[in-house]
């Protein structure tokens, strides 16, 4: 296979189109022992806090048809503990390294991206205004723009790295392609869509909802077509924005869609937790693809859907 | 259930071990793996667990014959701690918690080590590995709630005797999590240490989701919401926070401040 699957998200080049999601593999440690992680286009780490964070009680899962709910919360060790043992696991073993972060306001994103701009190792930052697993839903910056757009510039004051800021985004919005606008203007490299859509199952022996934290996010093929949608008005909208897509990708198959769509790489997140090999595997499996329809390179089918 | 793998890449299994089986085959709706205990395995040959065809997934498991091929990931989380002295041992189960215990047993037997067994379930039908175990023990006491089979009642009702009896010093316990929570407390009453395989359901079985948490005291005092696919499946029964699973300690590291999060 001669597939040129080289690809980049602004000044952030990579070397494969596969990445991992933000939430669904941790920190890049864990899946080690099914390949190399330093193979991937890049580890996006589970989002980081400030402080450390025990998460929502449990049950924190409710596996739906061709999906999941999840409500972890957020939990996490916080970003000290973070920075001296997992972005350290990860510059050990040159991982390319796309940090997320989250904030409870305004100023711990900022301060976040601060810190972060100083510290060796991060190639990049997703900034994570849409987890849907939040006391208030006015938590969910990515719901209004200017919200989102005062996380980011925020971020952008305090970021002095060449590395892309990415702005991860909720499809749970009427317009996702004014809240992609906004963020634009906040002065963001690119946009990773989609987050997790909102759920919820009802345990109806005990007639609650099933999950600890009531709601959780939806995610997993159940949502793709809604992720491809929502590449598709953002990439017509926005063509040169460069965009990382997510949302229940399950086959190389799957990636080529998000690709045609308007990505320039992939995030695979949902289908880890029942295939951890499923990053390596899924870039694999788009080479192939690419090749069976004769292409020669990833970048010339970015956005192609659009063409035709 | 009996479900045999021939796996030939399957590494050296300890009691306690589990495997996360993909459900359901490629391309279906379901998409996280079931954790099953591993009752027995071979290294290099083959894996058995046991299991109920309760939910979708484990139905489809039971339709599955003899050649398929099935997607395993183990053997995987932390498995029981034995002892390195020659003490005498409880070994305390409830149904199908029985699947990792003759495995448990004999890696017991083979340090010199007593093995008391008690058995429990709801109903005889319930029950799982009685004769098995028989054959690696000096004892095995059954209980069930109806009192179909051995003594009417639960297993915590006779584990007192057992331990004051045997001068046990460690009991090894699997099962439902309100049993775990009555043999940790009888155990520790008793002056027994125990360790417990919990169950939580988990999405990937691997360390990544953040799903399968429970709050358990660390060897530095403080509680952390634990996972159990990599943190256990086993641990220390005076240390998991019993009475707050499924929740959140005010305590716990990272607990949500007043307002929550």
């Known amino acids: ?308 | 259930m009996h479900l045999v793998l021939d796996a030939p890449e399957i590494d050296e299994v300890a009691s306690g071990h589990f495997a996360a089986v993909a459900v359901g085959g490629i391309g279906g709706g379901m998409l996280l793996r079931r954790a099953f205990s591993i009752h027995k395995s071979t290294p290099g040959e083959s894996l058995e667990i046991i299991f109920a065809p309760h939910g979708q997934g484990t139905q489809w498991l039971a339709t599955q014959n003899a050649g398929d091929v099935i997607d395993v990931i183990a053997p995987l989380g932390k498995p029981f701690v034995l002892p390195r002295q020659p003490i005498s041992c409880v070994i305390v189960a409830g149904g199908y918690g029985a699947a990792p215990m003759e495995l448990l047993a004999r890696e017991l037997r083979g340090r010199g080590c007593r093995v008391d067994v008690v058995l429990g379930a709801a109903t005889q039908e319930k029950l799982f590995g009685v004769l098995d175990l028989k054959g690696v023990s000096d004892s095995v006491i059954v209980t069930t709630d109806d009192g179909t089979s051995g003594v009417r009642g639960r297993v915590t009702d006779v584990l007192a005797d057992v331990i004051t009896k045997n001068n046990s010093q460690a009991v090894y316990a699997c099962g439902p999590m309100p049993m775990l929570q009555a043999v940790a407390k009888v155990s520790q009453d008793n002056g027994a240490f125990s360790q417990c395989a919990v169950e939580e359901s988990m999405a990937c079985g691997i360390g990544v989701c953040m799903t399968c948490v429970l709050p358990v005291i660390g060897d530095d005092g403080v509680t952390r919401m634990s996972r159990s696919c990599v943190d256990g499946p086993v641990f220390r029964g005076d240390r998991v926070r019993w009475d707050d699973v499924h929740t959140v300690p005010s305590d716990a590291f990272g607990a949500p401040r007043p307002g929550g999060h």
Request: overall charge negative.
């Open chain 1, 1 to 308: 296979m001669n597939i040129d699957l080289t690809t980049s998200l602004g000044s952030l080049q990579l070397s494969a189109p596969t990445l991992t999601a933000s939430g669904c593999a941790a920190a890049g440690k864990e899946l080690a022992q099914f390949g190399d992680v330093s193979t991937l286009g890049a580890v996006v780490t589970k989002s980081i806090m400030m402080a450390p964070r025990s998460g929502r009680a449990t049950p924190r899962m409710a596996e739906t048809p061709s999906g999941m709910l999840n409500s972890i919360g957020l939990q996490g060790p916080g970003i000290e503990s973070f920075l001296e043992n997992d972005l350290a696991w990860l510059r050990a073993n040159n991982v390319t390294t796309i940090v997320s972060i989250a904030g409870n306001n305004v100023d711990e994103f900022g301060e976040l991206a601060r810190i972060l701009s100083k510290v060796e190792g991060v190639d990049g930052l997703e900034v994570n205004i849409s987890c849907p697993n939040v006391e208030s839903r006015g938590q969910v910056f990515a719901c209004n723009p200017y919200s989102a757009a005062q996380v980011i510039e925020t971020v952008r004051s305090v970021w002095h790295s060449d590395a892309p800021v990415l702005a991860k985004l909720s499809p749970d919005v009427t317009d996702i392609v004014e809240i992609a606008q906004s963020v634009v203007e906040a002065g963001v490299d690119g946009v990773s869509m989609i987050n997790t859509l909102l759920g919820m199952v009802i345990d109806v022996d005990h007639m609650k909802p099933m999950l600890g934290g009531r709601t959780g996010g939806l995610s997993g093929p159940a949502i793709r077509p809604v992720a491809v949608r929502a590449i598709y008005q953002v990439h017509a909208a926005l063509p040169h924005l460069p965009i990382l897509g997510m949302g229940g990708i399950r086959t190389g198959h799957d990636a080529l869609e998000f690709i045609a769509a308007g990505a320039s790489a992939v995030s695979i997140g949902t289908v880890v937790f029942g295939d951890p090999g499923a990053p390596w595997r899924i870039a694999n499996e788009l080479g192939q693809e690419l090749e069976s329809r004769g292409y020669n390179s990833l970048s010339e089918v970015v956005g192609l859907a659009h063409h035709n």
